[in-house]
Nanobody, 125 residues
Framework: QVQLVESGGGLVQAGGSLRLSCAASGRTFSNYNMGWFRQAPGKGREFVAAVNWSGANTYYADSVKGRFTIARVNAKNTVYLQMNSLKPEDTAVYYC??????????????????WGQGTQVTVSS
């Protein structure tokens, strides 16, 4: 089992920045690819970003490319999502997720095995 705990959400004005953290425990963190997803009110959960086990490879949804950065520090068992130039449409609950290492970075929910409880991000206009 892998336990994931997100933190760092909050209320921010449009154009501002937030950094989300996801702390992992339970298994060897570097054996897992990590992803961030989000779910806005009344909408389905959507892919945001993913990073491979080493941090060398990343992939982003078009909606956040150039504004968000995913990174991980394996020594700290933590993955981060740096969010800049935030927009009201970024308002959502953000979830981190883990799947056992593979050579492909997946973007679908079903591809991930473990999930955190989520952290709320609200961007005011």
């Amino acid at each position: 089992q892998v336990q994931l705990v997100e933190s760092g959400g909050g209320l921010v004005q449009a154009g501002g920045s937030l950094r989300l953290s996801c702390a992992a425990s339970g298994r060897t963190f570097s054996n897992y690819n990590m992803g961030w997803f989000r779910q806005a009110p009344g909408k389905g959960r959507e892919f945001v970003a993913a990073v491979n086990w080493s941090g060398a490879n990343t992939y982003y949804a078009d909606s956040v490319k150039g504004r968000f950065t995913i990174a991980r520090v394996n020594a700290k068992n933590t993955v981060y999502l740096q969010m800049n130039s935030l927009k009201p449409e970024d308002t959502a609950v953000y979830y981190c997720a883990a799947r056992l290492y593979s050579g492909v970075l997946y973007t679908t929910q079903a591809s991930y095995d473990y999930w955190g409880q989520g952290t709320q991000v609200t961007v005011s206009s």
